[in-house]
């Protein structure tokens, strides 16, 4: 409920009340039993303070894996997105035998464009996501970022 909390951040997630929010931490922990992954919280090192969500989600509709992020906004700038978003796709690439991961942005969502390249990820293809025009970024397996 806190990733909702600022008009910045409801561009770019939706703002869930209470049951909803409990719906979507059901939801993620049915994937982690299914699947072996899933999102999670990222927490700051030092003060264990709540700063977002990352991790893997298979989307069935598109048959791939994303790797994703999405940080309070006073968290935005400090590097937490690039470090979380690398830690996942090491994390995926080692565990899982998926032949590429992908990161499904909003095109306005410059900060998020950012990380992703930084993390290797290229534009493939436009799409829609919950209604929403995105730009699907993938990393290959074998790409050098990925390794």
Not at 44 to 71: H, P
Not at 93 to 122: C, D, K
Request: charged share 25%.
């Amino acid at each position: 409920m806190a990733l909702g909390s600022d008009p910045d951040e409801t561009r770019i997630v939706i703002n869930l009340d209470h049951p909803s929010a409990e719906e979507r931490i059901c939801l993620a922990q049915r994937e982690w039993s299914q699947r072996g992954y899933g999102m999670m919280a990222i927490l700051e090192r030092d003060g264990r303070r709540f700063l977002g969500r990352g991790g893997l989600k298979y989307w069935t509709r598109f048959g791939e894996t994303e790797v994703g992020w999405v940080l309070r906004r006073d968290a935005w700038g400090h590097g937490y997105a690039t470090e979380a978003g690398r830690a996942c796709v090491e994390w995926g690439f080692a565990n899982f035998t998926l032949p590429y991961l992908t990161a499904m942005i909003q095109p306005a969502n410059q900060r998020s464009i950012r990380v992703a390249e930084r993390l290797g990820l290229a534009p493939l293809r436009r799409d829609v996501l919950d209604g929403d025009p995105v730009i699907v970024y993938a990393l290959e397996r074998t790409s050098p970022a990925a390794e």
